[in-house]
T-cell receptor
Framework: RKEVEQDPGPFNVPEGATVAFNCTYSNSASQSFFWYRQDCRKEPKLLMSVYSSGNEDGRFTAQLNRASQYISLLIRDSKLSDSATYLCVVLNQAGTALIFGKGTTLSVSS | NAGVTQTPKFQVLKTGQSMTLQCAQDMNHEYMSWYRQDPGMGLRLIHYSVGAGITDQGEVPNGYNVSRSTTEDFPLRLLSAAPSQTSVYFC????????????FGEGSRLTVL
């Protein structure tokens, strides 16, 4: 089982839609989780951290379910500019490396 | 506002040739790392460094060497290029992996014929 697994999509949604991505991780000892965004043929960039209590940044909400070992990202009121690949990221147990999922591709259309 | 600079951006090699991908950061980050990204495989960690003089292997280190003689530079060496090393390579740096915030270079697209 891969350390971090994501549904690759693609998710094709209209503008204004709400879309949710899920991610599962295999190491129950993992402590830190993040979402990155990668635009086509560009470098990844940190979107947000995922806290145990859940956290929100504008239209984006990240949640963590430790019991089920999954992380989610909710995007409300999708914009064309949200079209990108969203990468689920887990800090390894030693705290020395970030493990990336393969990414979920989102395409928002008008 | 240089951030993380990778060179070259594009390179074509023949099987068996060696080369070095350069990575430099100007943010005084202790942590630096190299990933490769392949279609369907996502980003995979090759090597990382938690500070000058310290390097360690990631998930896919075979065929690659690194060194960290200064805080700023973290070159990746391909010893004898193989077609399986055709990929996009990203260098990234951060205060530490634990912060979760890595700053990536723009990537180096390598083709091995």
């Amino acid at each position: 089982r891969k350390e971090v697994e994501q549904d690759p999509g693609p998710f094709n949604v209209p503008e204004g839609a709400t879309v949710a991505f899920n991610c599962t991780y295999s190491n129950s000892a993992s402590q830190s989780f993040f979402w990155y965004r990668q635009d086509c043929r560009k470098e990844p960039k940190l979107l947000m951290s995922v806290y145990s209590s859940g956290n929100e940044d504008g239209r984006f909400t990240a949640q963590l379910n430790r019991a089920s070992q999954y992380i989610s990202l909710l995007i409300r009121d999708s914009k064309l500019s949200d079209s990108a690949t969203y990468l689920c990221v887990v800090l390894n147990q030693a705290g020395t490396a970030l493990i990336f999922g393969k990414g979920t591709t989102l395409s928002v259309s008008s | 506002n240089a951030g993380v600079t990778q060179t070259p951006k594009f390179q074509v090699l023949k099987t068996g040739q060696s080369m070095t991908l350069q990575c430099a950061q100007d943010m005084n980050h202790e942590y630096m790392s190299w990933y490769r990204q392949d279609p369907g495989m996502g980003l995979r960690l090759i090597h990382y460094s938690v500070g000058a003089g310290i390097t360690d292997q990631g998930e896919v280190p075979n065929g690659y060497n690194v060194s960290r003689s200064t805080t700023e530079d973290f070159p990746l060496r391909l010893l004898s290029a193989a077609p399986s090393q055709t990929s996009v390579y990203f260098c990234a740096s951060g205060a530490s992996a634990g912060t979760g915030e890595l700053f990536f270079g723009e990537g180096s697209r390598l083709t091995v014929l």
